[in-house]
């Protein structure tokens, strides 16, 4: 039996609502997709707030902007958790900034590793004056007509025990925890602490209102650095240099006229280091 099984799982959870609702696929296309669709088709099996599902493998995983997310089977952890928040919809990259955080505390605690992020949805491993990606998040959520976040899905994905050779060639450089530490780790521990910590950031917000952003902000490893940031939906580059970010984690550029820019989306380049790059 795998150690993520819900029967592996459930009984060391010690959250109060989040992962109650639990399953476990030994294989799927992509986690975010499958938990999406299960909120589409409502009733009867509705999933409730704080739903996780979670892959061994997927065969379908997903980026932004439809890039692919490949994972070996049963090297990484492969989630999505499903909120409905009824929160205003500009709050939505408060997940992303929520899940970072706790995936980051998470990875330090158990796996000794520092994790900066890396704007907007990478989590990162400094090596040799590189940044290195061990994970990412997805977020994909829903509103109302009166523009509330009636449900959101937060998937990750974590490189915990993949050898360099199953990796993929990226543009920023992966890595995972199994070559930064040199030994294996377990990724049921890693599930459990990650789950405690987003419900504890998510049961903050909810209660005082507050935007994650300034802890979120202290890991930025671009921050006071030179950068380009590309969107590239709307095929617009800035650049300048990072000055942080607002309480809805847009990043604050400010180019060489001074201007300062507020940027919602985007891909971040570092520039003038060509070894940091993307
Ligand atoms: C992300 O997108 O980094 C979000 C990844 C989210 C994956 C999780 S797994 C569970 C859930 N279900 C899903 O289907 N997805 C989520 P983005 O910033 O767009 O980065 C995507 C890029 O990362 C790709 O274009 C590759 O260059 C690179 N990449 C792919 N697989 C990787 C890996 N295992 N480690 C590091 N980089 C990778």
Redesign the pocket.
Known sequence: MDELHETAVLPFLSTHWLGHSYYYAPSI?????TLKEMVAAGSPQNPPAGTVLL?NY?E??????N?????PPGA?????VLFRPNWPAERSNWFTMMGSLAAAETIEQIAGVPIGIKW???LVVQENGRYL??????LEGNMDENGRLTSVVL???I?VN?PSEH??????????LLITTGKPVSRRELLITFLQRLERYYETAEIHHTSPHALWQKRLVTLGQPVEVTNFKEKVTISGIVEGTDAWGHILVRDVNGELHTIAAG?VTLRGNTTNSH
């Open positions: 296309g992509s986690t975010n997709d892959a997927q379908q995983g997903r980026g932004r902007l890039r692919q997310w490949q994972s990484a952890l492969l989630l999505s907007p949805n990478d990606k061990v994970a990412g998040l997805l998937g990750i994905g490189n993949t990796l993929p060639q990226a543009v920023t450089p992966p890595t995972s891909d």
